[in-house]
């Protein structure tokens, strides 16, 4: 068995763990929406808490979207947009409250294995789908 075909069973895992974060999150958020999900927003300020709902509910929408891209159509661009929500999110938690980098259960500390992750399966993803095209017709005898 060749290093390539080993990799693949391995590359699906941690895709697949992806997939679970990412819904596992969507889903939480919602279920703990007027709990944990909204008192993670407490720091925000006074006049920006009144959308607090919205962005609970947005970025849950969003964890679950990229849920759904990561488990059926998989690609550079999925990755690569995972990545890019993921560092956004993560900007905004840290002006939001930077001690979440050191809070013992790793909320923003997660995210450095994550982006490893989201890396090593960009990497391993055809640069571009395959296309499927109709061959040209055939040229009559004339």
């Known amino acids: 068995m060749s290093a390539k075909t080993k990799a693949a069973p391995s590359l699906g895992l941690l895709r697949y763990s992806l997939v679970v974060v990412w ?3 969507a889903f939480v958020s919602v279920w703990e929406l ?3 999900s909204l008192d ?3 720091k ?3 006049p920006l808490q009144r959308w607090a709902t919205a962005v609970v509910l947005a970025g849950a929408a969003v964890d679950a979207v990229i849920g ?3 488990a059926w159509r998989p690609s550079r661009m999925a990755y690569a947009t995972a990545l890019a929500v ?3 999110m993560t900007l905004a938690a ?3 409250d930077p001690g979440w980098w050191l809070h013992p259960l790793g909320p923003l500390t997660k995210n450095l294995p994550i982006t490893a992750i989201l890396w090593v399966l960009w990497r391993a993803s055809p640069a571009s789908p ?3 095209t109709a061959p040209p017709p055939a040229r009559q005898p004339s």
């Open 68 to 70: 759904l891209w990561l």
């Open 23 to 25: 819904l596992a999150t």
């Open 94 to 96: 840290t002006a939001i």
């Open 130 to 132: 395959a296309r499927h």
């Open 44 to 46: 925000l300020p006074r």
């Open 40 to 42: 993670l927003l407490a």
């Open 34 to 36: 007027h709990g944990q």
């Open 86 to 88: 993921m560092i956004g």
